[in-house]
C-alpha cells in the first residue's frame, strides 16, 4: 500500500481538501501537523516550497494544494475518467483556490474599516459569481453529483470551499437550497463523516 504523508500547519486551510479526499476513499495517512515554528524550520529544509506538501513512499516532498489534491484523485479514483467533466472539476478546483486566496487575504487585513468593505464586497458581489457557478454545474448533471454518479474531486471540492466561506461567516448557504443539499451528502459519506467525526479540533 501506499504510504501517504501529508505535511501543514496545525489547522485545516488548504490541506483539509486533500484530508477529505484521502478519508472519502478510507485510505491511511500520515497528517503530519507543524506549528508556526515548525514550518519556519520546514520551509528552511525545503527552500522554495510552501505548504500544504505530500511525501509518497518517502519520495518528494511536492507541495501546492491543486497539484496534490489533482494526484491523490487520480491516485484514487476520484477523477471521472472523461476529458470534459475532468475540465469541469478543475474548473471548480480553480475557482476554490482563488476564494481561499481572498478569504485568507482578507483575514490577515488589520485595517478595519477596509477589511469590512473588502469583505461586504466580496460576500455580496463576488462569492455571490461564485456560488451561482456552482450551481450551474451541479443543475446540468441532475442527480447531486458534479460530474457522473459518484463523488469526485469537484464535490469534496465544493464542499470545503463551502465550509471555509460558512466557517468565515459569509453564510454561503443563504437562500441556495440546491449548495445545502449538496455540502449535506458529501458529510454524509461514511469516509468523511469518520473524518469530520474525528479530525482534530482547530481553529481554521
Not at 528552511?44 to 489534491?69: H, K, N, S
Not at 450551474?136 to 453529483?145: D, M
Not at 464542499?159 to 449548495?179: G, N, S
Request: glycine fraction near 6%; charged fraction near 30%.
Amino acid at each position: 500500500m501506499v504510504v501517504y504523508k501529508l505535511i501543514y500547519y496545525d489547522s485545516r486551510g488548504s490541506a483539509e481538501v486533500i484530508r477529505l479526499l484521502l478519508a472519502l476513499v478510507a485510505l491511511p495517512f500520515e497528517d503530519v501537523r507543524y506549528s508556526q515554528q515548525g514550518v519556519k524550520q520546514w520551509i528552511q529544509q525545503y527552500p522554495g516550497m510552501t505548504l500544504p506538501a505530500l511525501e509518497v513512499d518517502g519520495e518528494g516532498p511536492f507541495c501546492q494544494r491543486g497539484a496534490i489534491a489533482r494526484y491523490v484523485a487520480r491516485q484514487t479514483g476520484l477523477l471521472s475518467g472523461n476529458d470534459l467533466d475532468d475540465l469541469r472539476i478543475n474548473e471548480v478546483m480553480e475557482m476554490s483556490t482563488e476564494m481561499h486566496k481572498r478569504v485568507f487575504q482578507m483575514a490577515g487585513i488589520i485595517d478595519v474599516d477596509k477589511k469590512r468593505e473588502l469583505m461586504d464586497t466580496f460576500r455580496n458581489k463576488t462569492m455571490q459569481r461564485y456560488l451561482d457557478f456552482f450551481e450551474k454545474r451541479l443543475t446540468e448533471n441532475r442527480n447531486g453529483f458534479l460530474v457522473g454518479s459518484k463523488f469526485t474531486l469537484g464535490d469534496v471540492v465544493i464542499y470545503d470551499t463551502l465550509y471555509l466561506l460558512d466557517e468565515f461567516q459569509f453564510d454561503p448557504f443563504k437562500d441556495r437550497p440546491l449548495l445545502r443539499e449538496h455540502s449535506d451528502k458529501v458529510a454524509a459519506s461514511p469516509g468523511i463523516a469518520k473524518w469530520l467525526n474525528d479530525r482534530p479540533e482547530t481553529t481554521y
